[in-house]
């Protein structure tokens, strides 16, 4: 299976067009949050990505929720929008879950959720899946500029206990388009250029 992953688009148009030629070579496209910008401009990126024609699961990035971007893919049929839920897609489960977590510094607009609420949303999350999350595991992909860590612990703690295929996740822009291994699970810190994962499930 060959997933198409991008994430924190932030109102960027011209990454958006371009990931709607990239998805013509992708069995899966998944977009790992931040549409908009603190919370404004979500149509700005999905009018465009409504385009693409490959199956295609979306979480809300801190910079739009989850309801605002249900409600924005109403009209896209291959848009499955997943937090605190899964779907299959050519016999594979992917599970989701969306915002800033731990809770960010950014104030009311930002869409976040502490460890705990975390903790519950990737409890059902199956063995195997492709997790999306929009925060990387704590310790990977998430280094910020001054070199500190800002991941999830709770996002940690599900790859360790239910070894997910790959996260596919976003955030942290100075760990854009890096990976790493946590066990045998690849974790891809996508960035809006669009990065290429090959699974073999």
């Known amino acids: 299976m060959r997933l198409l ?7 960027n148009i011209s990454a958006a067009e371009k990931l ?3 998805a013509k070579d992708a069995d899966v496209v ?16 999905l009018d465009i990505l409504k385009q693409i024609r490959q199956p295609t ?11 605002e971007l249900k409600m924005a893919c109403q009209s896209w049929e291959q848009a499955r929008v997943l937090h605190g839920n899964g779907c299959k ?10 915002g800033g977590i731990p809770v960010t510094p950014f104030g009311d607009w930002s869409y976040d959720f502490d460890e705990e609420k975390a903790e ?9 899946a492709v997790l999306v999350t929009h925060s990387p595991p704590i310790d990977t992909v998430d280094h910020d500029q001054s070199g500190q860590i ?7 703690t599900a790859v360790e206990n239910q070894a997910p295929l790959a996260v596919i996740c976003g955030h942290i822009h100075s760990d854009w388009g ?19 994962i090959e699974l073999t499930p």
Request: proline share 6%; hydrophobic share 35%.
């Open 120 to 128: 519950k949303l990737l409890a059902d999350c199956p063995p195997g």
């Open 20 to 22: 709607v030629t990239m």
């Open 178 to 196: 890096k990976s790493t291994l946590l066990g045998h699970t690849v974790i891809q810190n996508a960035g809006p250029g669009g990065v290429w």
């Open 57 to 67: 699961v979306l979480v809300p990035g801190n910079g739009e929720s989850y309801e």
């Open 150 to 156: 800002r991941g999830s612990k709770a996002i940690r």
């Open 5 to 11: 992953c991008f994430s924190d688009l932030h109102r």
């Open 30 to 45: 998944i977009g790992a949050g931040d549409f908009a910008t603190r919370r404004k401009g979500l149509s700005d990126t």
């Open 89 to 98: 897609i050519l016999g594979v489960p992917f599970w989701g879950v969306g």
